[in-house]
């Protein structure tokens, strides 16, 4: 059985700033890196492997150089890797890239049976959360965001038994297999890639499925196939706090005015 | 004495199964890596000089004298005793019979006060391991006690066998009265006198044989015990580093190469020598900051589990078997614990003050590299280390862009054709809150001295000294690399630090990257302008200061003066010294990549050497490393030490001493 992991190439986004004057990112020679949610994806998938002897496929969809990132994936110890890379993918919002990883899951499912999917609960670029939920609309596969611990798969039966993290609580929640779990970072840790194993990566051929492979409707993917248009990217203002009293020479007193003014917009509950 | 065939019989044996055990431990040796410790013979022949004969470090601690005496008494009896046995083949093969008695009786009395002399310090050896142990070596081991009476009884049966031998011939015989000038040996025969010529002939020849096989035995005994380093030690002074072991050697990267030592087998042949050469003095393990602060680390063990390993696995490594005892696990005689591995700070306390120049340091850091590179195993925190490097080039993961703002409020040129030296600020001086402070220093004084400098802002990247000694040499080797591109294309040759650690790294591990770089740290550099009158300082009294030195810049790299001299022009007055100083100081803590890690073990290093510095009432302690003064300044916070007592890097005293024209810009 095949556990898949949905990775993304993501710009550093710490190291992204935005143009004061065009108001857009300014992504010039800022790197790129697995999408952070997506490593513990990944961590999760081989832990999944360690556990109950599944083989992992990493996929991710993106441009040519996101191969790196998949490079990542086989030092961390994926079987197979894919990259889903075709110009007709490109410019797609969340919907239209469910389309095209959904399709890629059915091609690897035909070969070997898919138990789990996992992926990242979000990217630090589009920060959307939609990716996974859309695949396991998409596949009719069961849905299951926001877990930070994977308790049980019963392969006989084909459920699955995980815990949500949710505000200020946990749901146990046990449903049937196949699944798309999307992660929270609290779930692992991820591993550091030994040395053999980046350098078998850096040698390894990426497989690489184009639309000529997958066949997927054009209007369904890339731009033709986003309902969503972003109008404008800026940076908020953000309006300048207020200093209350002195708290160089009278901490005391400047306490005293700050829980006050707390207390009067109902931030400090007693 | 007789039964000169029988001797002949016990020595051949005795010899054969010396020379088998010998060869059989030292034939392992060969299994070690390739390593040149060859080069420049009369170098090395002047080492073995100074260091073996001469037993100078040996020497440096109080009670080294006593061994100095041991080792040369030993060199007088190795005669004394080639002759015995030479005599005992054939009396007409001794000295006795072939020289003429004026020079081979004073030969025999040099011998006797010898064996006395022997006796004596043999006897304070043993009363200083019953009455006054020192703490930090288990002196009382069976090991020492077998040794030390077997050399006492030696010693007693040659008195007893020249005593019953001359005996005959004090003077109350008629004939010829030959008697050997041996005050002692002759004493102890006047108590024989009298007693019949049978008895006293028993006697003689019971010693005799009582003095043969006790020095057989102890031959035999050598080989199986930590006495072996009376055969090792010298060759290892002949074999010692001719520089000092601040770096690592590279490795390369292919596919089916191994990494670092998971196996004893991949230890250079040295690294095994040494572990032979040890006589578990302890000296290491009593200047070891972990092990004085109770972290599962003693150099002296890992040195001693490197021999256990190898003998336990020699045998079957040779004969292309995998060992059966691991080399890294749970801690068991021969095998090395991880939290053994990650306790050294690569101070070098360890190699500095090793009688035999045994290499500790490059060892443990050497297991790191098969933890970390083999098989991703290391303390949790220190992942996210090796990220924050990888992806953003700084242990702290912060964006490369904010690489400048240290400098916003001053000029710092960007380094191009038209600056001189490159101002290598270092991570911590380009992130770190209290040390952007340091950086500022720093720059006031170069624009002091009219040096021309510039900066690469944000291409600057972290030089990797933590990377290494955390044993990520992938990781270490990639950075190397990627840095010397930089500085060839910018045209960097000439490289100010304000860290040991760049300072260090950028000059002597950089090197073997194929770059030679003109690195300097700015405690050199501000000592060099001042001796050379560039840099006006007015020597301004700031109460009391003690001096810390860094194990990188001090040990690892020999500047001890030059901070010293910086101190006294700034402040007018020579810095206080703590007990342990110059190659004696006590590491902060942070070193060898520790500065990244929790320290769970033990009690904290910083916090015993806060205290030591207390004790010499400073105002201030003057550091000249960004990781000493952090841990400096938690230290005193921790201990909640007098808040005056302040924590300063050198550049800060100097910069403070600037003249009012130049101080201006330092304050900005």
Partial sequence: MLVVACIKQVPDTTQVSIDPVTNTLIREGVPFIMNPYDTHALEEALRLKDRYGFRVAAISMGPPNAEVTLRKALAAGADEVVLLSDRAFGGADTLATSQVLSAAITRLNEREEVAVVLCGKQTIDGDTAQVGPGIATR????????????????????????????????????????AVLTVVREINRPRYPT?????????????????????????????????????????????????????????????????????????LPL | MGYPQIFAAVLAVSVVLFIVSCIRRFRLVALGKPEDRLSHVWTRVGNMLLFAFGQKRVVARPFGLNHFVIFWCFLVLAVANADFVIAGLNTQWGIAAWLPTSISGPIFGLFDLVSLLTLVVIGIAIARRLFFPPDYIEARSKDAFVILTMIALLMVAFFGSHAAENAPHLGFQTGFNYLPPMPVSNAIAHLLVGLPEATIHVLATGFWWAHAIILLAFLNYLPFSKHMHILAAIPNCFFKRLGRANTLPTETFEVGAEYGVGRVDRFTWKDLFDSYSCTECGRCTDVCPAFRTGKPLNPREVVHDIKVNLLANGERIAAGQQPGLALIGPHAEGTIAEDTIWSCTSCGACMEVCPVFIEQMPKILQLRRTLVEEEARFPEEVITFFENMEQRGNP???????????????????FSDETEY???????????????????????????????????????MCCGDSLRRLGNEYAFDRMVRHNIELFRRRGVVKIITQCPHCFSTLKNDYRQFGIELDVIHHTELIQRLIAEGRLPVNAAAIGRVVFHDSCYLGRHNGIYDAPRAVIRAATGQAPAEMARHRENSFCCGAGGGRMWMEEHLGTRINIARVHEALETRPDTICVSCPYCLTMFEDGLKDVDADPRVGVKDIAEVVAAALPAQAGEEAKA
């Fill in chain 1, 139 to 178: 596949l009719g596969y069961t849905q299951l965001t926001l877990v930070d611990q994977i308790q049980h798969l019963d392969l006989a039966a084909r459920r699955v038994r995980v815990r949500r993290k949710l505000e200020g609580r946990h749901e146990i929640v046990e449903a049937p297999m196949p």
């Fill in chain 2, 396 to 414: 702290w993961g912060i964006a490369p862009s904010e690489r400048t703002k240290w400098c916003a409020h001053i000029e710092a040129k960007p």
């Fill in chain 2, 422 to 460: 490159l101002f290598f600020v270092g991570c911590a001086g380009a992130f770190d809150a209290r040390n952007k402070q340091v950086s500022l220093a720093v720059a006031a004084i170069l624009d002091a001295a009219g040096i021309s400098w510039g900066i690469l802002g944000k291409d600057e």
């Fill in chain 1, 195 to 267: 040395v053999p194993m980046r350098l078998a990566a850096e040698q390894a051929e990426i497989p690489v499925w184009s639309n000529a492979v997958m066949t997927i409707a054009p209007e369904t993917i890339g731009l033709k196939g986003s309902p969503t248009k972003v109008n404008r990217i800026f940076s908020p203002e953000r309006d300048k706090g207020e200093i209350l009293g002195d708290g160089a020479h009278d901490p005391d007193g400047a306490a005293e005015l700050l829980i006050a003014r707390l207390m009067s917009k109902d931030l």
